[in-house]
C-alpha cells in the first residue's frame, strides 16, 4: 500500500475508506465478508499475538477469549462504525497511537486481499491504491459521518428499508441493540437517550440521501 503524505493525529476521529480495484467488487460472498470482519477486530491489536491464519483455526471459544484479552490491550485504532460493500467500505475510526491507522489498514487490507485471492484463484491487488481519509473536525460531522456510513446499504440500493436494520456488514445493528462487539458505539450513542433515538436520528434522512445518490449518480452518467 503506498505510503500517505496526510498526516493522521493521534486522537483524531477520521472517516477512512477505499474501493476495489477499476470498482471490481471486493466482496463476493458470506465468507468474504466474514473474514473481512474478524479480520477489522483482530487487526485493531499493536501486537497480534499469532498470524491471523493461526487465530483463524481457533475454535470460536478460543478466538472470543483471544478477543476479550486484545480488547483490554492498547490498540493502534478504535472503530466507532463501519460498513463493508460489495466493492468498497467505510470506517470512522479513531487513531490510537502514532501511525496506527496507517498500520492497521495495511495490515487488514493486506491479509484480507491474500485471503480473497487465495479463495477466489486471483492475484494482485485488490483495493485501489492508498486509502482515503478526511479528517473529523467537529461533533456534529461526527454523528453525520456515522448517519452517512450506516445509510450506504439503502442509498445504494443493496437492501430496502424493510431488511435495511438487519443489513449483517455493518456496525448498525450494534448500535440498534446498544451492545458492543466491535465498535465503541458509545461515542455517539452516548449522545442520544437510547438506541432507538438514534436509529430514528438516522433513519430521518434515508429518503433525502437516497434521492441526492440518484441525482448525483445521473450527473455523473451525463
Same mark, same amino acid.
Given at each position: 500500500m503506498p505510503e500517505r503524505f496526510i498526516p493522521l493525529a493521534t486522537g483524531e476521529y477520521y472517516h477512512i475508506y477505499n474501493r476495489g480495484l477499476r470498482k471490481q467488487p471486493t466482496f463476493l460472498e458470506k465468507r468474504d465478508y466474514e473474514l473481512a470482519l474478524l479480520g477489522l477486530v483482530y487487526y485493531q491489536a499493536i501486537e497480534p499475538p499469532f498470524k491471523f491464519?493461526?487465530?483463524?483455526?481457533? #475454535?470460536?471459544? !478460543?478466538?472470543?477469549?483471544? &478477543?476479550?484479552?486484545?480488547?483490554?490491550?492498547?490498540?493502534? $485504532?478504535?472503530? /466507532?462504525?463501519?460498513?463493508?460493500?460489495?466493492?468498497?467500505?467505510?470506517?470512522?475510526?479513531?487513531?490510537?497511537?502514532?501511525?496506527?491507522?496507517?498500520?492497521?489498514?495495511?495490515?487488514?487490507?493486506?491479509s484480507y486481499t491474500?485471503?480473497?485471492?487465495?479463495?477466489?484463484?486471483?492475484?494482485?491487488?485488490?483495493?485501489?491504491?492508498?486509502?482515503?481519509?478526511?479528517?473529523? #473536525?467537529?461533533? !456534529?460531522?461526527?454523528?453525520? &459521518?456515522?448517519?452517512?456510513?450506516?445509510?450506504?446499504?439503502? $442509498?445504494?440500493? /443493496?437492501?430496502?428499508?424493510?431488511?435495511?436494520?438487519?443489513?449483517?456488514?455493518?456496525?448498525?445493528?450494534?448500535?440498534?441493540?446498544g451492545k458492543t462487539v466491535r465498535c465503541q458505539s458509545d461515542v455517539i450513542l452516548d449522545q442520544f437517550k437510547s438506541p432507538q433515538d438514534y436509529l430514528r436520528f438516522v433513519l430521518d434522512r434515508a429518503e433525502y440521501a437516497r434521492e441526492i445518490k440518484v441525482i448525483e449518480h445521473l450527473i455523473l452518467e451525463n
Open positions: 491464519s493461526v487465530f483463524r483455526k481457533l #475454535s470460536v471459544a !478460543e478466538r472470543r477469549q483471544v &478477543l476479550d484479552d486484545l480488547a483490554r490491550r492498547p490498540k493502534l $485504532v478504535t472503530i /466507532i462504525c463501519f460498513c463493508l460493500m460489495p466493492n468498497h467500505f467505510h470506517l470512522l475510526l479513531r487513531q490510537e497511537v502514532d501511525g496506527g491507522i496507517s498500520t492497521f489498514l495495511r495490515r487488514w487490507t493486506n491474500r485471503l480473497f485471492n487465495t479463495r477466489h484463484e486471483q492475484d494482485g491487488p485488490l483495493f485501489q491504491g492508498a486509502f482515503k481519509a478526511v479528517h473529523v #473536525s467537529s461533533n !456534529e460531522q461526527l454523528l453525520h &459521518l456515522s448517519r452517512y456510513i450506516h445509510l450506504n446499504p439503502f $442509498v445504494s440500493l /443493496i437492501v430496502k428499508e424493510s431488511a435495511f436494520l438487519s443489513y449483517p456488514w455493518s456496525s448498525l445493528g450494534e448500535y440498534a441493540s
